[in-house]
Each structure stands twice: as structure tokens, then as C-alpha cells.
């Protein structure tokens, strides 16, 4: 349950006197958003127009100056957020003031390795820290609110928004919501800088078919309630004050509209007491959808549903709402539970005593170098260390010459992702950059392209939010250039080689229908391979891309992500081993795109035997499972027990694990629990993960490492009760660094099976 920092029912009396003193419209223009396009003013004064919604900002101030709007999005500058909620606050006879949100994903200033990255450093606390860290920032200019954490699961990477959300685990992506709300939010809503989390899209949007955005998920109540639901269930115990609406069709009812999802489901069962906001237009578009017959239909059934406040581009349709009450077709005190909700969230943040910041302090904020330091910890714990021959560390001591190729390895804005606006490229570090600082002047480092940066196939809306594929180098040769960087790789001690989606290539509105390395990077990456001269692939991604032939000819391969603000410092550090990576794949890495869906916990299926044989032309198995990443040096796990090998339905077995360190350098581990349930009302997932840690360990050093296995863990939602159950049941337990861990036992629940809601 959310945890109050102001109290309560004074917070309840006050939005009640506010709300007794209102008129309809009044409430009705607490429950609109607008984007405000104010940071693309062009010189005309006619921002917007990229969107074709002429004049905007003006279409907004004015609307704040007759006090009908309750929030605004996308605007992160602490002068003009000032300016804007004066007008606001002197709009209304009530001085209500704006909550302003904005797409705080993986940081503001700092930027952060994106959430992918940050879910597979496997690590709770460093993805809390990363959250208060631009939770601060974005308070300090004045943002109220995140559109974040995005949890929704994944199990298709040709949806681009993989890259935003947790991978494809219901367990490791209910404990990484968790953590992102703890950090965006703190103690709760309304403690010092920090600000409202609001898990997005409610729900199954991940399921789109074909992995393409937006298009229709079709979602069975089984697999709704035991992979897409956890996560969101998760982030509203840990007291997420919004919850953001979903664009798509959910078995055949748009997510918006669906009374099912925020009434029911997310209210009524689950107890959530903030408030839910439209994605951007997803109420107008009811119409759309073919689901609202016009435009005061899709308020009147989008309010009904449950969606409080629409986020609206244009004209927004919850204009009609004061309307629709006086005409009879909204009852007002539906009307009056939502303008309750948006009220409460205002006074809990205390906007009617402090509505303005301070920009010197946001300057002051926002230079933090903490945050800097915070941000190069967690690219170095999210870095992912797919193939290691020996290869790695690299010992700087002994190269003279290293080859640094490929556009990425030098390209500022690929280096921090996408789904960032108020990032200072000027600071940031690349891959190159890093390098040549960490080797410093007894190193020759020497770059070459290679290849010119590959293009998307049509321009996207998104390339306007400073996301614009690289232009064309001047003066290209393209042979020439490829034979350079061969030439720089052959007289070289080693070659670092990276490759990747330029960042405009994934995310949203960027599926893509080809896992394939874009451009002529494989071909780049076989003709330094060549040269026989040792080479170490660096990929630079937020999904799992084709690296079949790299797997087979590469001796080392770190998946760096787009590791953020100070990304290239981290990935030097990993590269000469002043760190051990230890981050772990938070999805199924398969082989070729054929492959999708591919995940580690489907369930056993006829003939397990010959789970890997399932296609004529291609193992199906992956390429790398779920949980995958190799350390430096030597580490075991042994010694695996239980303290009980019986419990009955509803008790619990302790499982204990010991993760040694054989080595001389320190590791990093991340001790991962599966489950299998052998039989039972259900067939239920080959393995499943219930419990994970991650450890450092110095040289010869041992760690016990302890998990509890009860109800929460053992109960599934069965589709024929129509309900969570616990079955008896003889059950496999498997600790180890990955999905396919060997070290196991199992253990009985005895006792009839029972409802375990
Ligand atoms: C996205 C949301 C985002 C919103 C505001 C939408 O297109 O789906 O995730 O928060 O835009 O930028």
C-alpha cells in the first residue's frame, strides 16, 4: 500500500473542500495533460507543426488561463515550468496547481544505461539508486512525475521497446519495478526530491503480434495473471502513485477502455489509490480503434473505465466530460473520484505550498558529479560478458597499438540510447574516449570507422525528439574506409570492435522484422577478424541481436548496451579488469529471428527430450539462455541443501547455496533459483525463477547465499479455478549463474490443493 508521507485524511479533507467548491468544468480540467511542445519553438513561433497541430504552446496557455488543465508533459526547464504554473496557478479561482511529467526513463541529465541494461545488472539496489538519482534532477527542474517505469514484459525483441522494460521474467521484472519505484519515489509519495512513479502500459502491450508497436495483443487469462500481471501488481504494493494506460487492443478491447483492467483488476483487487492517465491520445483514439462511436463516446467510456486523466496532443476529448454530466451520460460522482484522485496526488507533493523551484539549485542539481559516478557504477554492473576465451581483461601494460572500430565506438548520442531529452552530450564519454583515458599516453589507440552508420528504413515522429539518425559523414569512401580500419586492425595488438542499433533504431515505433547486424557491420567485423589480430566485440544494443557468426569466431564478447552519461569510462574499466563484469541476461538470446518467441519458461511440452530439435534448419535452442554472463576469473557454486525435503500447502523450505571464489581476481556472481513443478493441477514452466542475488566476491572467498521457497513462490493463477492455487507436488529446485544451472534437489508439498489468493 502506498506509504503517505503527508497525512492522510488531511490530505482527504482538503481535496474534498477543494472539490465542493468546484464546477464542472473546473474539475473536467483537472483531468486533461497536454504535451507541450514549448522546447521545440521554432523561430515562426509555430511549434507543434512537425505534429501538424499548429501554434501548440499557444493552444495551451490558453487553456491554463481559463484553468483547464491539470497537467502538462515535456517541459523540463526549471524557468519555463515557473512560467507556466504561474499561469496555471492564476488561471483558476482555486490556485490549483500543474503536476508536470515527463519521460524521466533512464535518467535526466545523468543518463543512465538504459532499462534493459539496468535490469540486467541484476541488482536491486543499483537500479533504486539510478531511479533517486533522476528522481533529484528531474524534482529539482520541476517534474512532479515519470512516465516510469515502463514493466512491461517482453518476449518478442522485435518489439523496439524491449529496450524500455525488464526482459521477459514475471519474477526478475516485479523486483525491478519494485526497485524503480522505491528510487523514483523514496519513502513515498512527497519526500524531498524525489517524485511520482508511474508504471506503464496496463497491460500487455509487450504481446503485441509480430513484436510490432502498437498492433493488438491477445493475451490468455493464464498468462496474463502469471507473466504480464506480477510486475504491475508489484510496483503498486510498492505504492506507485499513476499508472499509465496502454495504446493497444487487448483481446479485443482497447487497453484504455478496458474497465476490466483498471477497475477491476487494478482497484478493486489490487487496492490502488492513484491515479491512472491516458498514453499520449489513447482516449481520443478509442474512436480509433473502432471501439467509441466519436469523440464525447470515447470520454465518457474512457473516464468510465477508469483512466482519470487523459494525456492529449491536441484537442483533448475530456473537454466533453463537463458535458456528458450535465447531459446525464457521466454520473458526476464518477467525475468526482477522479478529480479526487489528481487532487490528492497534488497536495501529497505538497504543490500548494512549494509550486515553484529554484533554478539556481537546479543548475546546482543537475552538475551533481555523484550522479555522474552513480551512473559509470551501473553501466559497469549491467555489462554483459557473453563470450570470453582468455581474452579478457586486456593488460595494458602489455599492448602498445589497439584498433578501435566502428561508428559507434565513437558516437556520442548512440552511447546514451534512446528515450532521453536533457542529456549534455559535450560530457559524454564514449567507447574510444574511454579507452584512450584509461590507457593514457603509452598506448597508441587508433580509430577507424570502417563503415558509414546504417539508416532506418523511413524516417519515425521520433527522430524529432533529438533522436536523428547520423548524417552521412562528409566525403564517405566506403572502400576506402573499410580498408583503412582492416589495415589499422592487421598492425595492431588487438582490435575492439563495436557494433549495434544506431539508438533511433529501437524503441518506440521501432520494431524491426530482421535481427541482423544493420549495415555492413558483419562484414566489417569477419575482415578484421581476418587480419588474425585478436579481437574483442563490443555490442551496443537493447535487444539481442543475430551473433551467430561472432559466437563462433570471436574470442571475447561484452555486451555493453548503450551504457549512459559516462559509458565509455565504464566499458575501459571492464575491458582492463579493474572491474569484474557480472551482469546476467534478462532475456532469451536466440539465434536467428525465426527463433521468436523464444523464452526460458515455457512449459515442458511433449517430448522434452527433443526440445532442442524442434526445426529442420536451426537448433531451437538459443544462443544464449536466459540469465547467461561469464565473470574474470574462477567461481563455483556447491553445496546446495534444503532444510526440509517435506512441507505442507502453505509452509516454507529454506534453500542454501554456497557461491565460491577459486580464483585469484574478484568475481561477480548471480546466484539464480529455478523451480519446476513435476505435476499437478496445471503443466507448469520447465523452469521458473524464483530468487536471485548478486555477489562480489574477492579471491577465495565463499558466500552462503539463502532463499525461502513458500506460498508466494509456489502458487500459480490456474485458468480452470479461475484463481491463484497451490498444488501438492513434488518440486525441482536448481541454483546456479544461469537458466540452465545443474546443481539441484527437490522437495514434496503435501496436502490437498487449495485456493492461494
Ligand atoms: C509512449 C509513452 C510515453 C508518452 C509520453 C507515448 O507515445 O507510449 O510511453 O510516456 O508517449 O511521451
Not at 466519436?294 to 467510456?301: T, V
Not at 584509461?438 to 524529432?464: C, E, L, N, W
Not at 574477492?698 to 532463499?707: L, M, N
Request: charged share 25%.
Amino acid at each position: 500500500m502506498t506509504t503517505l508521507i503527508r497525512d492522510d485524511d488531511t490530505i482527504r479533507a482538503k481535496a474534498d473542500a477543494l472539490l465542493a467548491g468546484m464546477t464542472v468544468e473546473e474539475k473536467a480540467g483537472q483531468l486533461t495533460q497536454y504535451f507541450y511542445f514549448g522546447f521545440m519553438r521554432d523561430t515562426t513561433g509555430e511549434s507543434g507543426d512537425d505534429l501538424h497541430i499548429p501554434n501548440q504552446p499557444a493552444m495551451v496557455e490558453t487553456a491554463l488561463a481559463r484553468g483547464g488543465a491539470g497537467a502538462l508533459l515535456f517541459v523540463n526547464d526549471p524557468a519555463e515550468t515557473n512560467r507556466l504554473q504561474k499561469l496555471a496557478i492564476e488561471g483558476n479561482r482555486h490556485g490549483i496547481p500543474l503536476l508536470f511529467g515527463f519521460d524521466v526513463i533512464h535518467g535526466l541529465r545523468t543518463i543512465f544505461p538504459v532499462p534493459i541494461a539496468m535490469a540486467a545488472t541484476w541488482d536491486p539496489a543499483t537500479i533504486e539508486a539510478g531511479q533517486a538519482v533522476a528522481a533529484r534532477e528531474a524534482r529539482a527542474v520541476g517534474i512532479h512525475w515519470a512516465f516510469a517505469p515502463m514493466v512491461d514484459l517482453t518476449r518478442d525483441p522485435r518489439w523496439g521497446r524491449i529496450i524500455e522494460g525488464a526482459g521477459e521474467d514475471p519474477y526478475l521484472g516485479a523486483a525491478v519495478a519494485v526497485a524503480q519505484v522505491r528510487g523514483f519515489q523514496g519513502e513515498g509519495i512527497g519526500a524531498d526530491e524525489r517524485i511520482i512513479a508511474g508504471p506503464k502500459h496496463f497491460a500487455g502491450y509487450g504481446a503485441a503480434m509480430g513484436g510490432r508497436d502498437y498492433d493488438e495483443a491477445n493475451i490468455s487469462d493464464y498468462e496474463m495473471w502469471n507473466t504480464f500481471f506480477p510486475p504491475f501488481e508489484a510496483a503498486v504494493e510498492a505504492g506507485a502513485g499513476n499508472v499509465m494506460t496502454a495504446y493497444m487492443d487487448l483481446n479485443g478491447i482497447p487497453a484504455t477502455g478496458n474497465r476490466w483492467l483498471f477497475t477491476e483488476v487494478l482497484r478493486e483487487t489490487w487496492g490502488f489509490e492513484g491515479f491512472v492517465v491516458s498514453d499520449a491520445n489513447a482516449v481520443k483514439n478509442l474512436e480509433a480503434h473502432g471501439f467509441a462511436k466519436d469523440a464525447p463516446d470515447a470520454a465518457a467510456r474512457g473516464l468510465t473505465a477508469g483512466c482519470d486523466m487523459e494525456m492529449a496532443v491536441s484537442e483533448p476529448v475530456y473537454d466533453h466530460l463537463a458535458d456528458l454530466v450535465s447531459r446525464g451520460t457521466v454520473d458526476e460522482a464518477t467525475l468526482d473520484a477522479s478529480v479526487r484522485r489528481v487532487l490528492e496526488a497534488k497536495l501529497r507533493m505538497g504543490l500548494f505550498d512549494e509550486p515553484y523551484v529554484d533554478e539556481d539549485r537546479a543548475r546546482e542539481v543537475l552538475n551533481d558529479p555523484a550522479h555522474r559516478d552513480t551512473a559509470r557504477i551501473a553501466a559497469e554492473k549491467a555489462a554483459v560478458l557473453l563470450e570470453n576465451d582468455g581474452l579478457l581483461p586486456l593488460d595494458a601494460g602489455a599492448l602498445e597499438r589497439i584498433a578501435v572500430i566502428g561508428p559507434l565506438a565513437d558516437s556520442k548520442r548512440d552511447t546514451i540510447g534512446p528515450w532521453c531529452f536533457d542529456f549534455d552530450l559535450e560530457e559524454t564519454v564514449t567507447v574510444l574516449e574511454g579507452i584512450r583515458d584509461r590507457v593514457g599516453d603509452g598506448v597508441v589507440v587508433d580509430y577507424a570507422p570502417g563503415i558509414r552508420p546504417a539508416q532506418r528504413t523511413f524516417p519515425s515522429m521520433f527522430d524529432m525528439f533529438g533522436n536523428n539518425a547520423p548524417v552521412d559523414p562528409e566525403g564517405f569512401d566506403d572502400e576506402l574506409e573499410l580498408a583503412r580500419a582492416v589495415a589499422l586492425a592487421g598492425t595492431s595488438d588487438v582490435a575492439v570492435v563495436v557494433v549495434g542499433e544506431w539508438q533511433n533504431m529501437i524503441g518506440e515505433m521501432s520494431s524491426r522484422s530482421s535481427l541482423e547486424l544493420p549495415g555492413r557491420q558483419l562484414e566489417l567485423l569477419q575482415a578484421v577478424a581476418a587480419t588474425g589480430t585478436p579481437v574483442v566485440l563490443l555490442v551496443m544494443n537493447g535487444r539481442p541481436l543475430d551473433l551467430r557468426w561472432a559466437a563462433e569466431n570471436v574470442p571475447a564478447i561484452l555486451d555493453i548496451w548503450y551504457p549512459g552519461t559516462r559509458g565509455g569510462e565504464a566499458v575501459a574499466n571492464l575491458l582492463f579488469g579493474d572491474v569484474a563484469p557480472g551482469g546476467r541476461l534478462p532475456f532469451t538470446w536466440p539465434r536467428t529471428v525465426g527463433q521468436i518467441p523464444m523464452i526460458y519458461n515455457h512449459t515442458v511440452s511433449h517430448d522434452p527430450e527433443n526440445q532442442g530439435k524442434r526445426y529442420w534448419d536451426e537448433a531451437s535452442t538459443p544462443l544464449y539462455p536466459f540469465g547467461h554472463g561469464y565473470t574474470y576469473g574462477d567461481s563455483e557454486f556447491r553445496n546446495l541443501s534444503l532444510d526440509r525435503s517435506e512441507i505442507a500447502i502453505g509452509e516454507s523450505v529454506t534453500v542454501t547455496v554456497e557461491v565460491v571464489n577459486n580464483g585469484s581476481v574478484p568475481v561477480e556472481e548471480v546466484a539464480q533459483l529455478y523451480i519446476h513443478q513435476r505435476h499437478g493441477t496445471s503443466s507448469r514452466p520447465v523452469r521458473d525463477l524464483k530468487g536471485f542475488q548478486r555477489v562480489s566476491l574477492a579471491s577465495g572467498e565463499t558466500r552462503r547465499v539463502e532463499f525461502t521457497l513458500g506460498p508466494k513462490e509456489l502458487r500459480y493463477w490456474n485458468a480452470a479455478a479461475k484463481g491463484w492455487v497451490q498444488d501438492a507436488a513434488t518440486f525441482d529446485v536448481w541454483v546456479g549463474g544461469d537458466s540452465t544451472a545443474t546443481l539441484g534437489a527437490s522437495f514434496e508439498v503435501t496436502g490437498p490443493a487449495r485456493d492461494a489468493g
